[in-house]
């Protein structure tokens, strides 16, 4: 999405900014590229900075209920202090690294309805303008490409995936909000468990991953919510069995004994937040010989979806959409 927008403060006769991003997705921890396009206005101005803001649409739980609302989880300014004259065309080139715990929007090419976007912001003659959005595509790093191809080579499917606001404690996150995957379980544990919810929690070293089961009562006991955390070195990805490790991973698992209620089970999702469908609930993720492949089995179809993510770029979240 290209745009160019008058500088609201300085109305008609101010100049105008046109970002480009570099084309296809980047991975967390990657650099991310591209160009801001200034066109002068009717006079002379002094840019005194230009900022890039990633943004994510992000969902929260209250005691009265659900919201969703536009977290902003990195600020890079990357230009700035320079007059551009009347009708001057100038572009600033950018660069800089993704968070590592950046949200992935992208599975093998396809969306899994995660809104992310980067906002650009200029400052000339003391006012501050922020622009519409760039739809910001990120791609798996290959230890989580590896560890999701892992599950839809057991079988398991892909419901939805979201971001929350909070807190996944006893890990090192470094963002207020943590991303959510939830996958469907294949017949070998659909008996054991309804869901798993998976979290990546990136760094320099490798990947935290968090699973959170929710598995399913007896006739003589009720369900509960089974968690546990595991670290993947980024080095591992070619010399793991993945589809072996996943296996283990998920039958330590389940067989977690019961904590004492006096426990607070380690990787506790915090802050009383819950576990809600995303904005990709009714898409399917199928296992093949190649992996993970997005579809969709009913309910919300994709063109919903799209719409849903795109409603995100439209200019519905002026500064105080912000959860914090």
């Not at 206005?41 to 536009?70: C, M, N, P, Q, W």
């Not at 469908?277 to 992996?291: K, N, Q, R």
């Amino acid at each position: 999405m290209v745009f160019k927008r008058l500088l609201g403060s300085l109305g008609v006769g101010g100049p105008s900014v046109d970002t480009v991003l570099d084309p296809g997705a980047v991975a967390p921890g990657g650099v991310l590229g591209g160009q801001v396009h200034l066109q002068g206005g009717e006079a002379d101005f002094t840019v005194e900075h230009i900022t890039l803001e990633l943004v994510a649409r992000v969902e929260a739980e209250h005691e009265d209920g659900e919201s969703e609302g536009t977290v902003a989880f990195h600020r890079q300014v990357v230009g700035g202090d320079f007059r551009l004259a009347e009708h001057e065309r100038r572009s600033v080139p950018f660069s800089f690294p993704l968070p590592w715990e950046t949200p992935i929007t992208e599975l093998y090419g396809q969306g899994l309805g995660i809104a992310l976007g980067v906002r650009t912001e200029l400052g000339v003659a003391g006012a501050r303008d922020k622009g519409d959005m760039d739809p910001l595509a990120v791609r798996p790093l290959p230890a989580q490409e590896a560890v999701l191809e892992a599950f839809g080579q057991l079988g398991f499917g892909f419901k939805s995936a979201d971001l929350e606001l909070g807190r996944v404690n006893g890990t090192g996150q470094q963002l207020p909000f943590y991303q959510e995957i939830e996958i469907t379980p294949p017949p070998k544990y659909a008996h054991r468990v309804n869901e798993i919810e998976l979290t990546f929690l990136a760094g320099p070293a490798g990947l935290e991953v968090v699973l959170e089961a929710d598995e399913r009562g007896g006739p003589f006991s009720e369900g509960r919510d089974l968690l546990a955390r595991f670290t993947v070195d980024h080095q591992d990805v070619e010399r793991v069995d993945w589809n072996a490790r996943v296996e283990e991973w998920i039958d330590g698992l389940l067989d977690r004994p019961v904590p004492h209620p006096s426990q607070d089970a380690y990787g506790d999702h915090g802050d009383g937040h819950g576990h809600r469908s995303g904005p990709g609930a009714g898409t399917a993720v199928a296992a093949g010989a190649a992996g993970l492949a997005v579809g969709v089995v009913g309910g919300m179809v994709a063109a919903e979806v799209v719409d849903e993510v795109g409603d995100f770029f439209e200019g519905d979240d002026e500064d105080g959409g912000d959860e914090g």
